[in-house]
């Protein structure tokens, strides 16, 4: 059966240029990424593709069964985590290439043209993109202008052959010393199988782009492994059809990013390196710690801390890399951020002089979180390291904002008074796993659905003020926490 790749037929209304003379140009359906910006650079992620547009719903879906260890036999999954071999077969004759969803890559180059709003053009040389890192390409972008508005565009060409040009803008960072108004969203669980969007993506992208978001943090979990990236080019589809989603290409052309990764989309539920599994069949823990860094536009380390403005400073933690296993026995020696990261976190907070200090971690700190669960500092089972982040959190004022659980939430800490926010999961679709009737004398808020938080900081009677809201998928309000400076 042959496969028709459809090219886009039309010029969306945001800008983006997409050539219309057939598929032999290196085009960017899976769109750019504008990252880890400061006041005075920025990362620029490109990927060039094939085809101008994703393969649609007419392309098959990869079907995945397991060997049953005693019989051999091949069957669903079972409830848990079987450790079982995964069997992927691609019907009708299809491959990774030509499954729905699928956006594969091509050789050629990118260039970044990009300027202050009415000033004139500057260039990035030429770069090639790596085809061993599924045709991607990161141009740093230095010597920016602080608290400056930035347009962008993105060329590719393939020899003589021009490709395709894509636009967008973004925000730097203001200087220490201004006391500059700043908003950041922050959402989590972007399940591809949840998506609410009618044209393909999730509503909540628009809702923030209401809101001229100064930047975004996607806390992890953008995509989810575990049911069937078995093996390296599978994981990579994970990435191009998330990315090429109509709702996620427009956002991100226009709002710089954070990307923070968590278990799905380093490896499988609940993983930590070295884990010894059959379940993920070809794909090794490795190859997921290489390709997160491959996907997104990410600099030396995926722990980091920036600067926006005098009064916000945000730390974005790593949670998967340095852990150690779920079922070590708790004490001193078990850890989820490692020695190294643990030092460089208090050293830089201890650092700061801003007004509000944000922790914004993969995984919660605070809780409530199901019994069941065992992979984070508000679980039992780490909670000698948890005790001594909550202490030290509590200690230096800062707040937390955090991911992964699928609910929204605000809890303040009964013995620390650490508070917590959780920006619950990208749609309606995807909320669940707690219940209203669980609510605690530690929550201030819960919800169980959909959408996310927003963090305004801003100067009333010239002091610093810093307001929390947790939105629907809709753009509602759902509620407003406002936090003062000690």
């Excluded at 094939?50 to 069964?65: F, N, T």
């Excluded at 260039?111 to 000033?119: D, F, L, Q, S, T």
């Excluded at 490709?163 to 969203?185: D, I």
């Excluded at 001193?332 to 650092?351: D, N």
Aim: glycine content about 10%; charged content about 25%; proline content about 6%.
């Amino acid at each position: 059966m042959i496969r028709r790749i459809i090219p886009i037929a039309v010029v969306l209304a945001c800008g983006l240029l997409y050539s219309q003379q057939g598929n032999q140009r290196p085009y960017q359906a899976t769109g750019f990424k504008i990252c880890e910006v400061d006041q005075s650079s920025a990362i620029v992620w490109a990927r060039l593709t094939r085809s101008s547009a994703r393969i649609g719903k007419e392309g098959p879906m990869p079907i995945v069964q397991y060997a049953d260890p005693q019989t051999g036999e091949l069957g669903p999954r079972r409830r848990g985590r079987p450790d079982s071999t995964p069997v992927v077969e691609f019907p009708n004759g299809s491959t990774v290439d030509t499954i729905e969803g699928a956006v594969p890559g091509a050789p050629g180059e990118v260039r970044v043209r990009y300027k202050p709003v009415g000033a004139e053009w500057s260039r990035s040389k030429w770069t090639a993109v790596d085809a061993s890192r599924d045709y991607t390409a990161q141009i740093k972008l230095e010597g920016l202008m602080a608290n400056t508005a930035y347009e962008v565009e993105i060329r590719s060409r393939n020899g003589e052959t021009t490709g395709q040009t894509l636009r967008g803008r973004f925000q730097t960072a203001p200087s220490v010393e201004r006391p500059e108004r700043v908003v950041f969203t922050v959402t989590t669980g972007t399940s591809y199988n949840d998506q609410d969007h009618s044209r393909g993506g999730f509503k909540m992208y628009g809702q923030m782009l209401a809101l001229a978001p100064s930047f975004f943090v996607h806390t992890g979990d953008i995509v989810y492994y575990d049911g069937q990236g078995k093996s390296l080019p599978l994981a990579r589809w994970h990435w191009q059809r998330m990315y090429s989603l109509p709702t996620n290409v427009d956002f991100h052309r226009q709002v710089a990013s954070y990307f923070i990764k968590d278990d799905h989309d380093f490896f499988m539920n609940d993983s930590w390196p070295g884990i010894e599994t059959k379940f993920m069949g070809d794909f090794t823990w490795q190859q997921g710690l290489e390709v997160f860094p491959e996907q997104v536009g990410m600099g030396e380390k995926t722990y980091r801390t920036v600067r926006w403005g005098k009064d916000l400073q945000v730390w974005m933690v790593e949670g998967r890399d340095f852990r150690s296993p779920n079922n070590m026995p708790d004490g001193p020696e078990k850890t989820i951020w490692g020695a190294e990261q643990m030092a460089w976190f208090k050293r830089t907070v201890e650092a700061s002089d801003a007004a509000f200090r944000v922790l914004i971690s993969p995984t919660p700190v605070v809780g409530p979180d199901r019994e069941n669960k065992k992979d984070n500092h508000s679980n039992v089972v780490f909670q000698h390291e948890g005790d001594q982040v909550r202490d030290f959190l509590a200690q230096n004022n800062m707040v937390v904002v955090c991911g992964d659980r699928h609910w929204q939430y605000v809890s303040v800490d009964d013995k620390t008074g650490l508070r917590e926010y959780s920006t619950g999961p990208g749609s309606d679709e995807h909320a669940g796993g707690f219940r209203q009737e669980l609510r605690g004398p530690e929550h201030r808020y819960l919800n169980i659905v959909g959408g996310f938080l927003s963090g305004t900081v801003d100067r009333e009677d010239g002091k610093p003020v810093l307001t929390f809201r947790h939105y629907s998928v809709d753009g509602d309000v759902l509620n407003e926490d406002r936090v003062l400076p000690n």
